[in-house]
C-alpha cells in the first residue's frame, strides 16, 4: 500500500491558495511553500478577478498535503491565508451552476418586466 492510499479523494499535489496579497513576489511564494518539499510551479493571478491567488503544484502529494495542513489559516504578510487542495470538477459544476442562474434571472427578468 503506497503513502498516497490512505489520503482523502481530494487530496492531491496541486494547491489553490487565495487571500494573498496583491503585492507578494514568487520568489517569496516559492520561499514559504518550499519549506514543506520541492515544488514544481507557482502560478500567480494577475487578471482584476484573479488577484490575490496562486496555485502552487508540489512534486510529491504528500508535500502538497503538509503544506495545505500548516498553511491554511497561516497569517503571511498580515493576512490569513486559505488554502485549498484544486478541485477542477468542482470549478467545472460552479460553472455550470453559475450559467444555469444567470438563465433563470434572465428569465425572471423578463416576467417582470425588469431590465
Do not use: W
Amino acid at each position: 500500500m503506497s503513502r498516497a492510499a490512505k489520503l482523502a479523494p481530494e487530496v492531491n499535489r496541486a494547491l489553490f491558495v487565495k487571500n494573498l496579497s496583491y503585492n507578494v513576489s514568487a520568489e517569496e511564494l516559492f520561499d514559504l511553500f518550499g519549506k514543506f518539499g520541492p515544488v514544481r510551479q507557482i502560478r500567480q493571478g494577475i487578471a482584476n478577478n484573479t488577484k490575490g491567488t496562486a496555485f502552487v503544484v508540489y512534486e510529491d502529494v504528500m508535500d502538497a498535503k503538509q503544506a495545505c495542513d500548516k498553511l491554511n489559516g497561516f497569517n503571511f504578510q498580515n493576512r490569513y491565508l486559505v488554502v485549498l487542495y484544486h478541485q477542477p470538477e468542482k470549478m467545472v459544476k460552479a460553472q455550470s451552476d453559475l450559467a444555469e442562474r444567470e438563465k433563470n434571472l434572465d428569465n425572471f427578468k423578463r416576467q417582470h418586466g425588469i431590465d
